[in-house]
Each structure stands twice: as C-alpha cells, then as structure tokens.
Nanobody, 116 residues
Framework: QVQLVESGGGLVQPGGSLRLSCEASGPGSSFTPAAMGWYRQAPGKERELVARYTGAIIMYGDSVKGRFTASRDYVKKTVDLQMNDLKPEDTAVYYC?????????WGEGTQVTVSS
C-alpha cells in the first residue's frame, strides 16, 4: 500500500553534515500519515528513535537533540533529516517510518557512516 524510499546516506567525517530524505509512494500514500519520521539501528543494538512527527508535534531522541533537525512536506510526501555535528556514534542504518491508519511502514534503510 505504501513504500518508503530513503536517500542521502553515505560516509562523512566527524563534525560533518548529511541530509537524509524519505519519500512515500504507492496507493496509500495519498492519505496523510498519522506519524512519520526517522529511526536508526547500529550493529548489535536495538532500533531507536531519531525524530518523528505526530501531527504537527515532533519528538527527538535525546542523543540527537540540538544537532539534528527534521522537516516535513506532506504535499510532496517527504520527510527530511538534517544531521549536523555528526559523531562516530551516529553511525547506523537510518530507517524512514510512517504510520498510515493501523499500519506501520518502514523503508529499507540507508547507511550513515561517520569516520575519519
């Protein structure tokens, strides 16, 4: 019903910046999601919240507050994540997430690696 496609991942040095984008498509994506945002998962760790919109309210994970900024455009069906002052501990696969009705959708993930 809905597909989420992420882009913008890659390799960056500590202190650098990256911008991730997520676009929703498919028959169900014409509806407004109840929630949409980003999670991440590092090797050996559980998936954790990065930033998520619920309506007009946004929540950030504690580890990224003050460094990451999310933005949304539900007309374009996109949610972006601007990541600044990146640290090695930010290295993870970043997943786009969206809740449409009762179904929670996930993208396939995009790798972000922070290393010198």
């Amino acid at each position: 019903q809905v597909q989420l496609v992420e882009s913008g991942g890659g390799l960056v040095q500590p202190g650098g910046s990256l911008r991730l984008s997520c676009e929703a498509s498919g028959p169900g994506s014409s509806f407004t999601p109840a929630a949409m945002g980003w999670y991440r998962q590092a090797p050996g760790k559980e998936r954790e919240l990065v930033a998520r919109y619920t309506g007009a309210i946004i929540m950030y994970g504690d580890s990224v507050k003050g460094r990451f900024t999310a933005s949304r455009d539900y007309v374009k069906k996109t949610v972006d994540l601007q990541m600044n002052d990146l640290k090695p501990e930010d290295t993870a696969v970043y997943y786009c997430n969206a809740l449409y009705g009762p179904t929670n959708y996930w993208g396939e993930g995009t790798q972000v690696t922070v290393s010198s």
